[in-house]
């Protein structure tokens, strides 16, 4: 069974500080990696990645996946009090058997607080 | 529309009554994504649509949930002789891949179901 799991489970951070969001995983047939942050609504999309090495970066926020070890890192400098969300990872696998794509399994979540 | 929008938003049930809830996919988006989310979890897969065609249905828990899109845009979940363990919020995302890769998948804001 396809599993991911986040950590810290829980981060409390003040303005300014630099935090580190780890996503560890466990799939079959892996395709690619996704960043999602949740605030009291629907999980919006920050970064995909499909290949090791190699980083994507948005602003203060950046990722990099390591296929041999099997993690990913989301990076966020000089974090904001807007910042402040759940971020979930999430795996794209290849179902066992199927031929469909998509289907995304998603680890527990970091929730990140970030007081002024 | 501009998004993924789902209805209702809220639902309170009694036990053993049927639920449907609705899912409109953002505009020309072939794959639909059916997910339930506890409190504190990530989102959890159900089924997916490929245009009007249910390619993985793999995440329904039991045969009191069932998914259709007959004609390839909306989409309704439905959820026979509710449970109290049914509670939970059912999000429903969408994105333009179809049997590629999925990229970026667009959450709707969720129905919030509770069972009495």
């Known amino acids: 069974e396809d599993k991911v799991v986040q950590s810290p489970l829980s981060l409390v951070v003040h303005e300014g500080d630099t935090v580190t969001l780890n996503c560890s995983y466990e799939v079959t047939n892996f395709r690619s990696l996704l960043w999602y942050k949740q605030e009291k609504k629907a999980p919006t999309f920050l970064f995909m990645l499909?290949?090791?090495?190699i980083e994507k970066k948005s602003g203060r926020l950046s990722s990099i996946l390591d296929k041999k070890e099997l993690f990913s890192i989301l990076n966020i400098t000089a974090t904001q009090t807007g910042d402040s969300a759940v971020y979930l990872c999430?795996?794209?696998?290849?179902?066992?058997?199927?031929?469909?794509?998509?289907?995304?399994?998603f680890g527990q979540g970091t929730i990140l607080t970030v007081h002024p | 529309g501009a998004g993924v929008s789902q209805s209702p938003r809220y639902k309170v049930t009694k036990r053993g009554q049927d639920v449907a809830l609705r899912c409109d996919p953002i505009?020309?988006?072939?794959?639909l994504y059916w997910y339930r989310q506890a409190l504190g979890q990530g989102p959890e897969f159900l089924t997916y649509f490929n245009y009007e065609a249910q390619q993985d249905k793999s995440g329904l828990p039991n045969d009191r949930f069932s998914a259709e899109r007959p004609e390839g845009s909306i989409s309704t979940l439905t959820i026979q002789r509710t449970e109290q363990r049914d509670s939970a919020m059912y999000r429903c995302?969408?994105?333009?891949?179809?049997?590629?890769?999925?990229?970026?998948?667009?959450f709707g804001p969720g129905t919030r179901l509770t069972v009495l």
């Open positions: 995302a969408s994105s333009s891949s179809g049997r590629r890769l999925s990229g970026e998948q667009f």
């Open positions: 999430a795996v794209e696998a290849l179902p066992a058997g199927g031929t469909s794509y998509g289907k995304l399994t």
């Open positions: 499909t290949s090791s090495g």
């Open positions: 505009s020309g988006h072939v794959s």
